[in-house]
């Protein structure tokens, strides 16, 4: 395999896990900058209060978008294995 090809396949795969990634990443940054600022305003500096809504966040974000994520994963495959021929070569 050339190494143009494998870079256009890892380029493809990075694209497809950071469109996957985006909404998870972007509750966690949304969650966190809410707690910060109730932090900021009421003076409580706990790990574990800006943690867990955190962890809690993400896991609900994941879960709901469970679906969205294994619809683009199978996309994703169909398109990359009916096109392997030309990585065969």
């Known amino acids: 395999m050339p190494p143009e090809q494998v870079v256009t396949l890892g ?9 996957l990634i985006a909404p998870i990443l972007a509750t966690a940054v949304v969650v966190s900058l809410a707690i910060n600022i109730v932090q900021v305003l009421t003076s409580i500096q706990e790990t574990t209060i800006s943690t867990v809504p955190r962890l809690l966040a993400c896991a609900g974000a994941i879960f709901l978008l469970l679906p969205w994520i294994v619809r683009n994963l199978g996309y994703f495959t169909v ?10 070569r």
Do not use: I
């Open 11 to 19: 380029r493809a795969v990075l694209k497809e896990v950071a469109v």
């Open 79 to 88: 398109q990359m294995l009916s096109n392997f021929s030309q990585y065969v």
